[in-house]
């Protein structure tokens, strides 16, 4: 992977109980294609690398949401988000990198029972 290609990004997630959401968003998302490392920061914030050759900052926040994990929706992280996404649609266009041909490798369905969202997700990826 180029360096060019590769974007650091803080994502924080919306308040909850579960004192391991982060931990657990960066163990679902470590080993992504693409994912360069996530690393839990606190119990709410991870921090993400990623190349822009095979993800963006809309499919990671969409796989969040689909695993169960939400971002925080407070103006500040909004805004964040905002700009994270107009910087990587400037850097695509500038590298070359066509959008429509980024998808993940497999298809989450948050509805199939008796399992976590995290373990439905690695059992399809696998």
Excluded at 44 to 51: A, G, I, K, V
Excluded at 76 to 89: C, F, G, S, T
Aim: proline letters at 3%; charged letters at 30%; a negative charge.
């Amino acid at each position: 992977m180029e360096e060019n290609y590769i974007r650091t990004r803080r994502v924080c997630l919306a308040r909850s109980d579960d004192d391991q959401q982060a931990t657990r968003a960066c163990a679902s998302l470590n080993g992504i294609q693409g994912v360069v490392s996530a690393r839990p920061l606190n119990r709410r914030q991870l921090m993400l690398s990623y190349s822009l050759e095979y993800l963006s900052f809309e499919l990671i926040e969409a796989l969040l949401k689909e695993l169960g994990f939400y971002l925080d929706n407070s103006l500040p992280a909004m805004i964040r988000r905002n700009v994270y996404q107009y910087l990587e649609d400037n850097a695509r266009e500038r590298l070359r990198v066509d959008r429509e041909e980024q998808h993940l490798a497999c298809d989450v369905d948050p509805e199939v029972s008796g399992e976590s969202p995290a373990e439905r997700y690695w059992n399809d990826y696998h």
